[in-house]
């Protein structure tokens, strides 16, 4: 890494650097977290398709 990109990483968390980037991380794995559910949500609204008349499906609104 270059010293500019070190000052750079240094300087992101301020005062409390532990704090930034605990949080950046738990934020980044809640963001994963949040893609994978909403992806097997989707999946499985889309499945009540097969098994059920399309008027039977609660769609939620």
Known sequence: ???GQLLYL???GGKYPMTFWVVFL???G??????TVQTWFLGYWASQYEG???SEVDVGL
């Open 26 to 28: 738990v934020l980044m």
């Open 10 to 12: 240094a300087g992101l």
């Open 30 to 35: 809640l963001t994963d977290l949040v893609n």
């Open 1 to 3: 890494m270059f010293p």
């Open 52 to 54: 059920h008349d399309a």
